[in-house]
């Protein structure tokens, strides 16, 4: 990434929180730092390929309304990138698709306009797959071209890790927030279901979707959540240690690479050494249909979201977009109510039989590290039954796979429990940076 | 409102499936089916002022396109009514606010989409309220123009009960389905949450928003459903008797009028007569906080759903609103945490204790007839529960209240019960209309 030590104007290494007290201190202006992170896209973007639409000059524009704003908000001056499926009014919100190449967004989407009102600018339209699903765009991975940055919420992830933007927004349907991070080798969050708004987002499944963040440590991405959601709840966090902690074997345990599953083992040996009690545990046995749980909900929500697109100019949509398509039309009423309620079932199960019993849980935040290649993504095994589960779940960097790349551990806490997990990923984070 | 007997050409009265079929036996055409509810409007939409936006020479021509198509579908030549904050490609969203007034939908919404797929067509779009919260739209009750027609899918409620269109399509966040369908005196279904897509309609509250059909019989609600979901099995239903349904006697059930009491009562005794077992009930302690938890959900939600519009147009918006967005922003993440959970609860004890005992709840649809007047579209204390819950309700007309305008009772089933729901109330219909 040819990152070295940070010099004089080269504001772009800053993170969220240096920024915004920077910008309040009036240490640097918006306007220069966001020259500093258009300076760093326009040395960078040409291989990480992260945006899919930047407005320089509108940029700056923005920057420089910004520094004349006497009064300081929470986010104040910090440039954000959003996944494109994502209203930015002015941009046009393409959901990585050729049907929307004009497709200009007229109003901001809720939590774009959040953000604003908590003093935060648009950087630009960040790289999304297809509608948010498998077919990739683009973007290479910052560490290595060759590989994936993982997805949905590529050009999110990969623009965070090369240091074009502090923090950038996505979404998760099954991976494509804590996937991206783990193989960016950043913090990628996916709060609790419905914590950051989702109007104004191009949908794949109702019951699924879920705004998350990418930011560079723990610190920023609560100080984004609560300028996403108005909430200072969660920016107020300070370092909590957890007490009980439980490895969490999923299914499919088996396939995840071996240097992943030794970093688990090795974060979980930390936590030991420091006194946090640690136990091994398997889900209960009505987690295994879970996956198909969520095939089913997904995929039959995604046929009627995607229904317009479908019927109007099915040419312009991927093979695999149409077979998801086609798969849930055909899914029947009832198989979709029962895999609704199998996940209300775990929900119900998860918080009463585990998080009665541990503070956090720990697994994998993808098989292992970014593949090669850019015609997949990558595998959402490790991510799909905790986006239907609608719990916080955090991905921390720090580890390291094959061909010297990023490795994350997820952190996964209960329902609405997003302020005790941030709390407790501070304390993780500091332990991992000191130990690693 | 001047309905006598049907004379031939006055298609306008015939109900949706009644439509469907004579479209499908080509007996009629779609043409001259929308042509006679064209002349419905001319005639009466003066009075009623249902329709926001129609476009004939639009509608006429895609009524010819669909006479064109060999291949009938289940809704086809149907046409359908839709409220103004559903985008209907071509129709402007106005969402009842003089900040959208420009607003040219370029894409259909999701159910558009999907009832278009089951060879519906659009009609129009109907009076919203201001958002689809309070500030009323124009709409008059097409049973005396003093009274109002409810809200806040007025426009929706209106022209079906005034035969200009054989259904229409609404949402309910607090009581906006089955209170309008109420006071207009004809059958609303809020099915449960998010049976028919949201994509693409204006969002007040994201944990609340459901969409609901507006018809003149129970079986047009079950083709209308089948359609908007493109799922058979709403459709494929026969009346079933109900076994034990149980009077719901929830707070504020004396602010009801004693005519609404009268007509529960009148509707159990038949019930009883029949051979159902009917008792009355009160709910668990636990469901008293749920109209303020209610509450609070609704106001947080909407005060970011309608931040964009607040940040950029402030002066455009009514006072009404505006003071929800302020109480929203205001609320703090423990409290909207702490409704949530209580909401759940409530949602776990409703199956367990109450619907494992009993087929059907009966409970008032609204507080009595439709209050005189226009600046107020009624009181929704017996819906907004029920939005919490996502619980299937049907409104069912047949009964009269003070100065001879109807009223409804409203029944109320389990979480994805819509298939039995609305087969028990085909088979309370058929009741209703032999003894009324």
Redesign the interface.
Known sequence: MAIQNKSDGRYFLLDANQIVKKISNREISCESLVRSCFERIEARDHVVKAWSQLNKSSAIKESKKLDKVQKRQLLHGLPIGWKDIIDC?GYITTCGSSIYKN?LA???A?????S??SGAMVLGKTVTTEFATSFPGATTNPHNPLHTPGGSSSGSAAAVADFMVPVAVGTQTGGSVIRPASFCGIVGFKPSF?TI????VK?VS??LDTLGTFSRNVKDTALLLAGL???K??FDISKIKPLKIAICRTENWNLAEKMMIDSIYLASHLFSKNGINIKEINLPDVFKSLDSAHHDIEYY?L???L???Y??TPNLLSEAIKMRIVTG?QI???QY?LA??LTQTCK?VIKEKIFSKFDLLITPSALGVAPKGLTSTGDATFNRIWSSMGVPCITLPGFTGSDNLPLGIQLIGPM?GD?EVLSKALWVEKLLKKSL
């Open positions: 009014k497709n007229l109003i901001n809720a939590p774009v306009s959040m604003i009102r419905n708004s989702r109007y104004g949908q109702d019951s959601t108005g909430r709840e969660y929500e046929s009627r979201a229904q317009h697109e019927l109007t039309q029947k009423l009832s109510h609704s309620e119900e609405r302020v």
